[in-house]
């Protein structure tokens, strides 16, 4: 039951969309470091596609009609796109759902300190990374940093050519007999991933102790207007520096930092943009942050902003009761898009090459992730996958099953199993990823317009 790759289908002009696919997903990338980076590209997206602010829909209490779009930004991280359908809510929705947090270095509230000539950033970690693969290499500061006085000053430091970048040194190979005799979770530490932020001292310094951190501070005040003390209301985020890259010398795959998961969000915005004007069901896109550490906090899907959103929704078309909140909820089709373990021949090892993705060989459905028994797993329903089958295969979509390696291994957790709270209907969707988690991941561009095709074939027929 091996899938077949999906490139081998493309003629001429599915090659040219396929290439133009990759070339809007690399801008996106390039475009979105940050959960708020990405929902804020995500925005301006809806925007130019003619989506209007649900918030001011609310406060004007305006009513909402099938072929409306809407959109709503929630604390600058978490996102959702309806575009209203023909039938009644209660009916459920058709929801695309990723996460646009991505593993990252998050620096301290009290970060800063000078030692030996050096300044440093204190920072802790976010996310399962694998700690040795973020030294020793170019990184870039992105994030905000709120005022007391009310204002957001926004922070981008290593994109541009001509900016500097930021990083952690590792030790010399000559000096590491020790280092190298370590397991490869101590071979750096938590606490030993402190970012170098400057290197030469102030000549007219107050402070004769710390002249280097008083540099980085005249730097911080010149250039941005801020006291050491507003890193205190900062959320700054190192993450590797550049841009995304086609990868392999037949440009058939992109480099890049973050694709788990934002090759989900972004197919999942595009297919948003190609339904009909008045779709069937409503469609609802989102995307979550803190998928990350585990879908908590404010902006993570464990918060209800999204069911709140849906019984805004029916306020404004006239149905508002609890009741009725939870039939539209219950009565909901969703594919939870996050991306997959693609199947890495250099470790072959790890995975049952049965049951696991293959770069190239289309979108992946994940009918269970979790660990070991099926821990924290979502499991979704033979029944759907059926009915799932037959949408990919009317729609001439390529695509395969997948497992996350082999079923004593390890494991991971996406937003689906927040989602089936509600009994709603929902499986893993998303595209195979090789070298998951490091600062820069591997995807194949077939994949990426599978996943947008597949994405777009589901809002369209499911539930009819
Ligand atoms: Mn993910
Ligand atoms: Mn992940």
Not at 287 to 300: M, N
Request: glycine content about 8%; aromatic content about 8%.
């Amino acid at each position: 039951m091996e899938r077949p790759n999906a490139w081998k289908k493309y003629d001429e002009q599915t090659l040219l969309a396929v290439e133009e696919a990759a070339k809007n997903y690399k801008a996106y990338l390039d475009a979105g470091k940050t959960e708020r980076e990405c929902a804020a590209e995500a925005i301006r997206l809806a925007k130019e596609a003619g989506y209007t602010d649900l918030k001011e829909a609310i406060a004007a209490g305006r009513e909402v009609k099938p072929g409306d779009k809407l959109y709503y930004l929630h604390m600058g991280k978490a996102v959702m796109l309806f575009h209203m359908g023909k039938q009644p809510l209660e009916n459920g929705l058709n929801i695309i759902g990723a996460h646009i947090d991505s593993p990252r270095i998050d620096v301290k509230q009290n970060p800063f300190y000078e030692d030996n000539d050096i300044a440093y950033a204190d920072t802790h970690y976010y996310g399962g990374v694998k700690k040795y693969q973020w030294v020793a290499r170019a990184l870039a500061l992105h994030g905000v940093v709120a005022k007391k006085d009310g204002t957001l000053v926004n922070i981008v430091i290593g994109e541009d050519d001509d900016d500097p970048v930021v990083g952690i040194s590792d030790l010399l190979i000559h000096l590491s007999q020790e280092q190298m005799q370590k397991k490869a979770s101590e071979v750096i530490t938590g606490e030993g991933l402190d970012i170098m932020l400057a290197g030469r001292p102030l000549t007219d310094s107050d402070d004769e102790k710390e002249p280097v951190k008083a540099m980085l501070l005249k730097i911080l005040k010149e250039k941005y207007d801020l006291d050491e003390e507003d890193m205190l209301s900062a959320e700054i985020e190192a993450v590797p520096a550049g841009k995304a890259r086609d990868y392999g010398l037949d440009r058939s795959m992109i480099l890049g930092y973050g694709h788990d998961d934002r090759v989900c969000a972004y197919a999942e915005i595009t297919a948003m943009m190609k339904l009909p004007a008045v779709p069937e069901y409503t469609c609802c896109c989102l995307l979550a942050d803190k998928e990350e550490i585990g879908s908590v906090g404010a902006t993570g899907m464990r918060a209800h902003y999204f069911e709140n959103a849906v019984a805004e929704l029916l306020a404004l078309t006239g149905k508002e009761s609890d009741l009725i909140l939870r039939r539209a909820l219950a009565n909901s089709r969703m594919l939870s898009c996050d991306v997959s373990a693609g199947f890495d021949p250099l470790f072959a090892s790890a995975f049952e090459k049965k049951n696991a993705a293959f770069l190239g060989r289309g979108v992946c459905y994940n009918k269970f992730t979790g660990s070991r028994g099926k821990s924290g797993s979502n499991d979704a329903n033979a029944e759907y996958l059926g009915r799932l089958r037959k949408i990919m295969d009317d729609h001439n979509v390529s695509w395969q099953t997948a497992e996350l390696g082999k079923v004593d291994l390890g494991g991971g957790g996406t937003i689906a199993y927040i989602c089936a709270l509600y009994g709603m209907e929902v499986v893993d969707s998303g595209v195979a990823v090789l070298s998951m988690h490091a600062p820069e991941e591997i995807i194949s561009k077939a994949d990426l317009y599978e996943a947008i095709q597949a994405y777009a074939a589901f809002m369209v027929d499911m539930g009819k």
